[in-house]
């Protein structure tokens, strides 16, 4: 055989082998062929279509360039030329490179419709569609001009008739595969809210070509946007059968898992869809979002810049980074992140929102209210953002003391609650206004919507047990009932005043409290009492929160019981204390407290200072009660000797209530200590900011709940506590 013979040999192999989609073997062939007649066009131009398919850009160049220096005529060459460039996004050489193609031979199809789709890409859809047009005059079976003049046409909202390209495609191709063409259908279905019909299109796809993963993964998104979660999953674990090594479908199965609320797991597949590409955006925002709901919120803000060094104009990458830093109470962070989502998409209403809360928590409620206006505008249905809206409108209230704004707080979670009931948060919201009123009929009843919010359920302790109801209570005698405290010391001190009315129903009560008061609620109520997180092996019939037993006993302002004390200190250990107490004989003995727990969301408003207790210092002898103080309240100690830190050597609130029986006066700010020396019946003065909690009402100087307990209140929400001190001042009472 003769070299012309062989080259011919080489290169009809290398036309079957491409044929075949064998495409490394078709180019060796090729080249081959070309080593022994170097300039072969024909041979040049299927090497081209080889290197092309095997993304060998450069090389196909070349290979291209030299068979148009060849046959500038070549209408092949050119097409090769314009899908170079089309591939590689430089789509108006494309259009140039298909136009030379056409004009070598005006009946050639592929050029036409390749250049509809460079046309589209440049948004040029109207000449984008005369080019499928002519592709199909030309060719009357041709499909893949069908399915591209149908994706223009969606572009153009033209809806009915993209279906109909589609129809037609699937209908020229039924005897082959027109798998991309269901495809396609089924995306469209979707589109139109017909997802039903759209999911039996991707079916007829994956049952034409079964590992066509773009119907799988279609599939999965359609099943997961009407909430067909578990179905979605099982597809995607189907489809991953098939090709495990397909990054997108680990980062659909995150996606999936998020909306299950399987956090754990959607980490788990985030890892494995980046050990596959690290280059997914989407992996790191599903990973990041996994990590904000695991409370992982450094890590969560890692993975977000990551999807955004891959993509700096993703708003969905900067918002959920924004959450993170808003969880993390950096503020300010929280409020860049959400103006940056805005600059990168207007319209998208989280994006003000998020906004309006970060400002919210910077105090500036009036900005903050035309951010969530906008959102509101933007999208009325955003119903997490509603409630935020509505916390906005109630803290102005307390901020302003104008009452309107409570009532539009609760006009804005009525709306909230209407578009959406199972959102509970505008329900629990809601409740705060209520009881922040003194509305506690209307208030309890939607006080118990904080126990079905996700990360209450996920927190109960006893969701296993039945939760004990009104109607159970005529039943009750050796009935054994548990009840937990769900919130901080201050509130089982405070509400434990109603477990004195459930032993009186003949419930044999067990009492499941934080451990610092322990002892103080076990010498003071005739029940069992433990502590959190101990093991309970005794049989229980009814559990329920402490927290709901006023809406178990329909308390009122009027009817809250014990207002003049409910508990006592231990005789044996107030003398004990009063032997370590350096007490003074000639002046006012004052325990003090300044700060609670800094994790509180609302810190800021009731936590100061030890400085801040300065004007005391020559009014009476001082015990700082509180254990714990930050470091620029131990210089403000050290420089001042007189106060006596006792904290540090109080073990627990038993021995706590004998040091404030030796007090004749408690002075503090909202925290646990004013709860108990007010149950104790001790005289206390408690020291607010404008933004309190509900349970001190509004612009009142008592407590509904302690009879001892009067009220301060500072004007501002933040700032200085100066002013109010000097109205404690004037209330001091003469040493007994």
Wanted: glycine content about 4%; charged content about 25%.
């Amino acid at each position: 055989m003769d070299k012309l013979e062989t080259a011919k040999e080489l290169f009809l192999e290398g036309v079957r082998l491409l044929q075949g989609n064998q495409f490394v073997e078709a180019e060796k062939n090729f080249l081959d062929s070309l080593k022994i007649i170097p300039d072969k066009d024909s041979v040049l131009n299927n090497l081209s279509v080889v290197q092309i398919a095997l993304k060998k850009y450069k090389e196909a160049r070349d290979n291209t360039n030299k068979a148009i220096a060849l046959n500038d005529k070549s209408a092949v060459a050119w097409q090769n030329l314009g899908i170079i460039n089309m591939d590689e996004g430089q789509h108006e050489n494309a259009i140039q490179c298909f136009a030379r193609s056409i004009q070598s031979n005006a009946a050639f199809a592929e050029p036409w419709n390749n250049q509809a789709i460079s046309l589209a890409a440049i948004l040029k859809y109207n000449e984008a569609l005369i080019c499928c047009d002519n592709a199909i005059a030309i060719r009357k079976n041709f499909f893949e001009a069908y399915n591209n003049k149908g994706d223009i046409l969606r572009k153009l909202n033209r809806n009915e008739e993209a279906l109909k390209c589609y129809n037609e495609s699937i209908l020229i191709n039924a005897e082959t595969d027109n798998a991309p063409a269901y495809t396609k259908r089924g995306d469209l279905l979707c589109d139109l809210e017909k997802h039903d019909e759209g999911i039996s299109s991707y079916d007829q796809a994956i049952k034409i070509r079964k590992n066509f993963i773009e119907a799988w993964c279609n599939k999965i998104l359609a099943l997961n946007k009407i909430k067909k979660y578990t179905e979605a999953l099982d597809t995607c674990n189907e489809a991953l059968k098939i090709n495990d090594k397909l990054g997108e479908l680990w980062v659909n199965k995150a996606l999936l898992l998020i909306n299950m609320e399987n956090f754990k797991e959607a980490l788990e597949a985030c890892n494995i869809a980046l050990t596959i590409n690290e280059n997914l955006r989407e992996a790191w925002n599903n990973k990041g979002l996994a990590e904000q709901n695991l409370e992982l919120f450094k890590d969560g803000i890692k993975s977000f810049e990551k999807g955004i060094q891959l993509n700096p104009d993703s708003h969905e990458c900067w918002h959920n980074k924004g959450i993170c830093y808003f969880w993390l109470k950096e503020y300010e962070k929280a409020a860049e992140c959400a103006d940056k989502t805005i600059k990168l998409n207007k319209d998208f209403a989280p994006g003000w929102m998020a906004k309006g809360a970060a400002l919210t928590r910077l105090d500036k409620l009036e900005e903050a209210l035309i951010y969530f206006e906008t959102a509101l505008q933007k999208n009325p249905n955003e119903v997490a953002g509603i409630a935020n809206y509505g916390l906005c409108q109630h803290q102005l209230g307390l901020v302003t003391k104008d009452m309107s704004w409570f009532a539009k707080a609760k006009n804005t979670y009525d709306l909230g609650i209407k578009l959406d009931p199972n959102f509970y948060e505008n329900f629990f919201n809601k409740s705060l206004t209520e009881l922040t009123l003194g509305e506690y009929k209307e208030g309890w009843v939607n006080y118990e919507y904080r126990l079905k919010i996700k990360k209450a359920k996920d927190k109960s302790p006893f969701n296993s047990l039945p939760i004990l109801k009104a109607k159970n209570i005529e039943d009750l005698k050796d009935r054994k009932v548990i009840i937990w405290s769900e919130q901080g010391l201050g509130d089982s001190i405070q509400f434990s005043r109603f477990v004195l009315g459930m032993i009186e129903t003949g419930a044999k009560v067990i009492f499941q409290v934080p451990g610092p008061v322990v002892n103080l609620l076990s010498k003071n109520l005739k029940c069992k009492v433990v502590s959190k997180g101990e093991t309970i092996i005794d049989y229980i019939d009814f559990q329920i929160p402490l927290a709901s037993l006023p809406w178990l006993f329909k308390s009122t302002l009027e009817t809250i019981p014990f207002k003049n004390g409910y508990l006592k200190s231990s005789s044996i250990k107030d003398y004990e204390w009063k032997s370590r107490l350096k007490l003074s004989s000639t002046e006012l003995n004052i325990g003090i407290a300044f700060s609670g727990n800094q994790e509180y969301v609302g810190d800021k408003y009731r936590s100061t200072t030890l400085s801040s207790f300065e004007p005391l210092l020559n009014k009476g002898k001082l015990f700082l009660l509180q254990k714990d103080i930050k470091p620029d309240d131990e210089i403000f100690l050290k420089a001042h000797p007189e106060i006596e830190f006792i904290g540090k050597n109080i073990d627990d609130f038993y021995d706590l209530a004998s040091v404030v029986q030796n007090m004749d006066l408690i002075v503090s700010t909202d925290t646990s200590i004013p709860h108990l020396s007010s149950a104790l019946g001790k005289k206390t003065f408690m020291l607010l900011s404008s933004v309190c909690d509900w349970r001190w009402l509004m612009n009142t100087d008592y407590s509904p709940w302690y009879s001892s307990l009067k009220i301060f209140r500072k004007k501002e929400a933040v700032g200085t506590w100066k002013d109010i001190f000097d109205e404690v001042i004037k209330a001091l009472p003469a040493k007994l």
